[in-house]
């Protein structure tokens, strides 16, 4: 049986790229489309072919264990409806874009819905685990350096509130010597962001124990496949994989992640009487109501505002 390929896919691409898309939005392009492509193969179904029938089955495969990934593996757990809805919508960008180079469609782009998305009350750890977790590195890593690298990223991310892309992609040159860091994030839209006294403490003594090494990246790998190359960054997977392996030493029982750090910042300082449209600047959101979704999920927030204001408090 000879594999399906989707038409013009590598011009989809090109046409992100040529429109400013960064590499990593690329990236996750094309590992979506896989994803649908390699469904196409297991129900030996032509692109052309495609009906709001097979938008339905692919729908529910996107929900099923049977999920393969792009590299046909067997699904590991089950996807969430936001995963889902990017999943889709890159799908539907992706008919919209046949569309418009004229290439006939199966559907059309708007016969792709959207699933509903579960609403979770989003949990963030206490000030105290937060801390736990940032000075984890000096309590459970042997090698000085990894204290000193680590230590200092994790510092970083919360002192920032910056994405790990960020973080990873960071060069010295980003910093000056206040502490304010200038960053071209997501959609390639351009901040700045602030260390405090204490992340920039932390920094300066890893940088110490950095040297002059020749990379124009600021945290660099010590071991693996990107040890030792010049324009190798350290993998997202790794830091993920190391604050995970922290939280479980620790025996905390909130699931802090990597974007966790993100969502703590934006929280306590929130709960600190914090400007929505300052938190919004510092986090690089495009909309206010994505950032003040952060000051709604404080419950320490909401608990000192209903005491406050409620008319019978007394």
Not at 77 to 104: C, E, G, Q, T, W
Not at 201 to 206: A, N, P, R
Not at 214 to 233: I, M
Not at 272 to 279: F, L, Q, R, V
């Amino acid at each position: 049986m000879a594999k399906i390929a989707l038409p013009y896919l590598d011009d989809f691409l090109l046409n992100l790229q040529t429109n400013n898309y960064s590499q990593e939005t690329l990236y996750n392009y094309e590992r979506d489309l896989e994803v649908f492509q390699e469904f196409l193969n297991g129900i030996d179904i032509e692109f052309s072919k495609v009906d709001k029938k097979t938008l339905l089955n692919y729908k529910a495969y996107l929900f099923s264990l049977d999920r393969k990934t792009p590299k046909a593996h067997a699904g590991k757990h089950k996807l969430a409806s936001f995963s889902i809805n990017r999943m889709l919508s890159v799908l539907r960008s992706y008919l919209k874009f046949l569309i418009k180079i004229d290439y006939p469609t199966p559907v059309a782009p708007n016969a792709i819905e959207l699933v509903r998305t579960e609403k979770k009350h989003p949990r963030v750890g206490e000030f105290e685990q937060i801390v736990q977790l940032i000075t984890a590195p000096n309590k459970f890593e042997k090698n000085s350096y990894v204290v000193l690298r680590n230590r200092a990223m994790l510092e970083t991310l919360f002192a920032t509130g910056m994405r790990i892309s960020e973080l990873l992609s960071l060069k010295k040159d980003q910093i000056d010597n206040t502490g304010r860091i200038f960053i071209r994030g997501k959609g390639k839209k351009e901040r700045f962001v602030y260390l405090t006294e204490r992340a920039s403490k932390h920094l300066k003594e890893y940088l110490e124990a950095r040297g002059l090494a020749d990379s124009p990246y600021l945290f660099l790998p010590l071991r693996g496949k990107n040890a030792g190359h010049k324009d190798k960054k350290i993998s997202p997977n790794y830091v993920e994989a190391k604050v995970k392996q922290y939280r479980e030493l620790l025996g905390l029982n909130i699931p802090i992640t990597v974007h966790g750090l993100r969502h703590a910042f934006a929280t306590y300082l929130a709960e600190s009487g914090a400007n929505p449209a300052a938190i919004q600047i510092l986090l690089g959101h495009e909309s206010l109501a994505t950032t003040t979704r952060y000051v709604n999920a404080s419950d320490k927030y909401a608990e000192r505002i209903h005491h406050q204001f409620h008319p019978l408090k007394e």
